[in-house]
C-alpha cells in the first residue's frame, strides 16, 4: 500500500511507524507551507522536560509558499545549539555515543532548503540501522487522495489519535516525567538501539 506523508525534521516515532508499515512512500513537498508545525522542528525529551528544537525558516505570512521553496534562516548557528541540546539530553543514553559521531555530521553543513535537512534527519535514521528509504515526491498538490493512505496530519503539531497505543521503552528521564509517547525518533533510537526497525514494524 502507498502513503502521502510530509517528510518533518527528524520525525516523531509516529511518523516512521506509518511509513515502516507501506511500500510506496510519496512525500508531500507541494502544498502550502504552514507556520507551527512538525515540518520545520521536533520534539525531544530533555532535563527540563520536552524541548522544541525548530530550524528558523524564511517564511511570510503575506505571501503562500510551496513547503519545498521554504528556505532556512542560517543567520544564527541553530544546528550548533541543536547538536548540544540533543547531546545533553540523550548522552546518558545506552546508545548517544555509539551513534554521536554521525549525527555531529548533519549539523556542520548548512543546507539553503528546510526539505534539505528534513530529508538528511530522516534518511540518517535509516541509514543507521541499515535499510533503504524508498520514496518519490508529490507532483502537484492534491486535497485528496483515494487510492493511498492520507498521512499528512501527523504534521500538525497539536495531531493526536486516541485510538493509538504506543508502546513503551526506557527513556532517560522517565523516572522524573513519566514516559512520553510519541517523541522524536532520535528518543527512540538513543535508548532502544538499532533494533526500532522490529519496534515500529506491526
Not at 502521502?4 to 511518523?15: A, E, G
Not at 511500500?23 to 502544498?31: A, H, K, P, S, T
Not at 546508545?95 to 538528511?120: C, R, S, V, W
Amino acid at each position: 500500500m502507498s502513503l502521502v506523508i510530509h517528510p518533518t525534521y527528524f520525525p516523531n516515532i509516529l511518523f516512521f511507524s506509518k511509513i515502516l508499515n507501506h511500500y510506496i512512500i510519496f512525500f508531500e513537498i507541494n502544498d502550502n507551507y504552514v507556520k507551527q508545525s512538525l515540518r520545520n522542528r521536533t520534539l525531544i525529551s530533555h532535563a527540563n522536560g520536552i524541548l522544541n528544537l525548530s530550524v528558523p525558516v524564511k517564511y511570510s505570512s503575506k505571501k503562500k509558499q510551496k513547503f519545498k521553496d521554504i528556505e532556512i534562516c542560517n543567520h544564527t548557528n541553530w544546528q550548533k545549539k541543536h547538536f548540544k541540546s540533543i547531546k545533553f539530553a540523550y548522552q546518558s543514553s545506552p546508545y548517544f555515543e555509539f551513534y554521536e559521531n554521525q549525527f555531529e555530521k548533519i549539523f556542520t553543513k548548512k543546507e539553503k532548503f528546510l526539505i534539505d535537512i528534513n530529508l538528511k534527519s530522516i534518511e540518517l535514521l535509516f541509514e543507521l540501522i541499515d535499510h533503504k528509504l524508498k520514496y518519490t515526491f508529490t507532483e502537484k498538490y492534491n486535497e485528496i487522495y483515494n487510492s493511498c493512505t492520507d498521512s499528512r496530519e501527523i504534521s500538525n503539531f497539536n495531531f493526536s489519535d486516541k485510538s493509538l497505543a504506543f508502546k513503551k521503552y526506557t527513556q532517560v528521564f522517565e523516572t522524573k516525567y513519566g514516559f512520553k509517547e510519541n517523541l522524536s525518533m532520535l528518543d527512540l533510537l538513543f535508548n532502544y538501539g538499532p533494533n526500532y526497525y522490529n519496534f515500529l514494524v506491526k
